[in-house]
Structures are given as C-alpha cells and as structure tokens.
C-alpha cells in the first residue's frame, strides 16, 4: 500500500483504495485581525465546524506556535461555504491531549539473558524464530562460526 497526498485538497489518500478519492467541499475562513476583511482562506470540510477546525489546525501547525492549541489563544473566525451568502462565526479553541502508548516487552530468549527490549531499546534478532538481543545474538553467531 502506497500513500500519497491529494493535488488538490493535499489529504493523505490511499492509491489503491477500492473507491476514488473525493475532495471535500471548500469552505472559506476570514480571521479579520490577519487577514483584514476581504481576505479568506480555503479549508476543505464537511462542515463549517470542520473548516473552523481544520482551519486553527492550519494555522497553529503553519506558524509553528501552536498558540490555539496551548491555549494562548482563541480566535473568533468567520466562516462560510464557498459561493454561498450565510456566514457564520465560530471560536477556535484547541487541546493538547497527552498520548500514551504501549508495546509487548520482548525479552531475549537466550538461557540467562535478562535483557529486556523495550527497557533498553535494543534491536531483537531471531536465530530459528527465538528472540535474541544484539548481544546473545552475536555471541550465538560466533560460536556457530567457530564450529565451522
Ligand atoms: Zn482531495
Ligand atoms: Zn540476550
């Protein structure tokens, strides 16, 4: 499976997803204090909320101060579907959702190893589908070696 970035609206997409991909709509964002009045932006969205969003995401990544989603800020923007009159105005606000993951502790399988691969992180090589750490697995290599 390879992945690319869409020309157009720049999404990541599948290549060879069983349907073709299709761009969302185009909203427009003004946020009058950057842009002055007649300024918009172009956001690709579902909705004005996901433009709002997609929009604070936009711009805390682009300027890479991340002030919206520390917090800082909260920028009311207004936002409106492209070719339509309505405009609505939506406040921007973002969360810093700390993450957490976990992964099987794999331990060398060599006969009084200790070593244990998520502590300290080493590369794990199988001799025969049996786990080894760098260490064992060089020593095992070795001896094979020298009973060649
Ligand atoms: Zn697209
Ligand atoms: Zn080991």
Redesign the pocket.
């Known amino acids: 499976m390879s992945l690319d970035r869409c020309s157009t609206c720049n999404e990541i997409v599948w290549k060879h997803e069983r349907r073709p991909h299709e761009c969302k709509p185009v909203f427009e964002v003004n946020y009058e204090p950057w842009y002055g009045e007649d300024e918009w932006q172009e956001v690709f969205a579902y909705d004005h909320e996901g433009a709002a969003e997609k929009w604070g995401d936009d711009s805390d990544s682009n300027s890479g101060e991340y002030d919206i989603v520390s917090g800082k800020s909260s920028p009311v923007v207004k936002v409106r579907k492209k070719g339509e009159d309505e405009i609505q105005e939506w406040v921007v606000t973002g969360e810093a959702v700390p993450q957490y993951s976990a992964e099987r502790a794999v331990w060398?399988a060599?006969k009084g190893?200790i070593?244990k691969a998520d502590e300290y992180r080493l590369r794990f090589l199988d001799i025969d589908e049996i786990p080894?750490?760098q260490?064992?697995?060089r020593r095992v290599k070795d001896e094979q070696k020298s009973q060649q």
Do not use: K, P
């Open positions: 060398c060599a190893c070593t080894h750490c260490t064992c697995f």
